[in-house]
C-alpha cells in the first residue's frame, strides 16, 4: 500500500514563527502536493512538484513556501506564521501520468495547524 | 479555471437506506477524470470511485456507484445499503487530463443513523 507520512499530527506556533510541515511518500512517487483544507473551502492547492527541485505554485501560494530536495520529500514552509494559517494542511502523492492513465492521488492524515 | 459545486452541505441517511450525494462541475475540456474521496473522523481521505470521462459507463464498486450525466457536468455519489461505516465528509475532486492536480469541492458531512 502506498504510504504518505506527516511527520506532525497537531502543532501550535506563535505568530511570526518559522513553521516546517514536512511529507514523505514510500512510493517513488514524482508527484507531492500541499494542499490546505478549511471548512465549506474544501480542498485548495497551495503548491506542488513534478519532481525533485521543480515546484509550481498552487491557487493560494501566498504566504507559502516549499522544498523538495529529495523525490519522497516535500516540504511546506510558512516563513512567518499568520492566525490566519490556521488550518488542516494534507499532503499528497501520486506517479506522473504517462498519457491518459489519470493516476490516483493518494493523501497523507494531515496536519492540524494552529497559528496563536 | 475548473470549478467543483457541491450543493449539500449535509446530510443525513438511516443504516440500510440509500443515500445520493450530489456534485456539479465547470469546465470546458472534454477530456478528464471525476472521483469521490471519502473522509472519516480519522483525517485520512480514501478514494472512494473514479469516473473517466471518455467512458460512458457509470463506474461502481461495490455498494458505491455514481450517477455520471457529461453534458450536464453532473456527478453524483449512490451509497446502498449504507452502513455506520459509511459516516463521513465526501468530497468530489475533478482531474484535467492534461494536469496532475486535484479541484475539490466543498464536501458533504454524510451521518448514518442507526
Known amino acids: 500500500d502506498v504510504k504518505v507520512t506527516q511527520s506532525s499530527r497537531y502543532l501550535v506556533k506563535r505568530t511570526g514563527e518559522k513553521v516546517f510541515l514536512e511529507c514523505v511518500q514510500d512510493?517513488?512517487?514524482?508527484?507531492m502536493f500541499w494542499y490546505r483544507q478549511d471548512p465549506g473551502l474544501g480542498l485548495r492547492l497551495i503548491y506542488f512538484s513534478y519532481d525533485v527541485k521543480m515546484k509550481e505554485k498552487g491557487d493560494i501560494p501566498e504566504g507559502y513556501s516549499v522544498s523538495r530536495e529529495k523525490k519522497e520529500r516535500f516540504s511546506l514552509i510558512l516563513e512567518s506564521a499568520s492566525t490566519n494559517q490556521t488550518s488542516m494542511y494534507l499532503c499528497?502523492?501520486?506517479?506522473?501520468?504517462?498519457?491518459?492513465?489519470?493516476?490516483?492521488?493518494?493523501f497523507g492524515e494531515g496536519s492540524w495547524l494552529t497559528v496563536v | 479555471a475548473q470549478t467543483v459545486t457541491q450543493s449539500q452541505p449535509e446530510m443525513s441517511v438511516q443504516e440500510a437506506e440509500t443515500v445520493t450525494l450530489s456534485c456539479t462541475y465547470d469546465?470546458?475540456?472534454?477530456?478528464?477524470?471525476l472521483f469521490w474521496y471519502k473522509q472519516p473522523p480519522s483525517r485520512q481521505m480514501i478514494l472512494v470511485i473514479r469516473q473517466e470521462a471518455y467512458k460512458q459507463q457509470n463506474a461502481t464498486e461495490n455498494r458505491f456507484s455514481v450517477n455520471f450525466q457529461k453534458a450536464a457536468k453532473s456527478f453524483s455519489l449512490k451509497i446502498s445499503d449504507s452502513q455506520l461505516g459509511d459516516a463521513a465528509m465526501y468530497f468530489c475532486a475533478y482531474r484535467s487530463s492534461w494536469e496532475n492536480k486535484l479541484v475539490f469541492g466543498a464536501g458533504t458531512i454524510l451521518r448514518v443513523k442507526s
Open positions: 499528497a502523492s501520486s506517479l506522473r501520468d504517462e498519457g491518459f492513465s489519470g493516476n490516483t492521488i493518494y
Open positions: 512510493m517513488d512517487h514524482e508527484n
Open positions: 469546465t470546458s475540456e472534454s477530456d478528464y477524470y
